[in-house]
């Protein structure tokens, strides 16, 4: 029903910049599709996330200023990240929900994912 295809990971230095995108093909109707990301040993942690129709973006603190999520016609999802730091190390994850949920950004409630794509920051 739902296919999240990424795309855009690679390796940067700190300072640096990425973008991601995510290519969002649907069946059903989604609340919202975005970026969630796991560094080793660490739990999987929202990033940002977008309303279908672009008009509403959470974002978690730890990139609020850095990170900016847009989405295309519903299509594509894209996470320009700047400011880069090793701490943004992690493989990133597009993802989505037909859920309403009062945190956007909790990963465990988020039915639909991607493969993954490896970002790596070095200093």
């Known amino acids: 029903q739902v296919q999240l295809v990424e795309s855009g990971g690679g390796s940067v230095q700190a300072g640096g910049s990425l973008r991601l995108s995510c290519a969002v093909s649907t069946k059903i109707e989604l609340n919202r599709v975005g970026w969630f990301r796991q560094a080793p040993g660490k739990e999987r942690e929202g990033v940002a996330v977008?309303?279908?129709?672009?008009?509403?973006a959470n974002y978690a603190d730890s990139v609020k200023g850095r990170f900016s999520i847009t989405v295309d016609n519903a299509k594509t999802v894209y996470l320009q990240m700047g400011s880069l730091n090793v701490e943004d190390t992690a493989v990133y994850y597009c993802?989505?929900?037909?859920?309403?949920?009062?945190?956007?950004?909790?990963?465990?409630?988020?039915?639909?994912w991607g493969q993954g794509t490896q970002v790596t920051v070095s200093s």
């Open positions: 993802a989505a929900t037909t859920r309403n949920l009062v945190n956007w950004l909790a990963a465990p409630w988020y039915n639909y």
């Open positions: 977008i309303s279908p129709d672009g008009v509403i």
